[in-house]
């Protein structure tokens, strides 16, 4: 699966690392806007009975 994505992926080795550092930053960023944020409020730490 590694090698198929990597494959995937234009240009040279140093190109490819900097495509993918790219794209997991990317997907990193858009959890952390937009999914997290989302499912936040059905998550179950929300509900704090003391």
Do not use: C, Q
């Amino acid at each position: 699966m590694h090698r198929f994505l990597w494959n995937l992926l234009p240009g040279p080795t140093p190109l490819k690392v900097v495509v993918a550092i790219a794209v997991v930053v990317g997907v990193f960023f858009l959890l952390m806007e937009v999914v997290f944020p989302y499912i936040s409020p059905m998550m179950p730490y929300n509900d704090v009975s003391v």
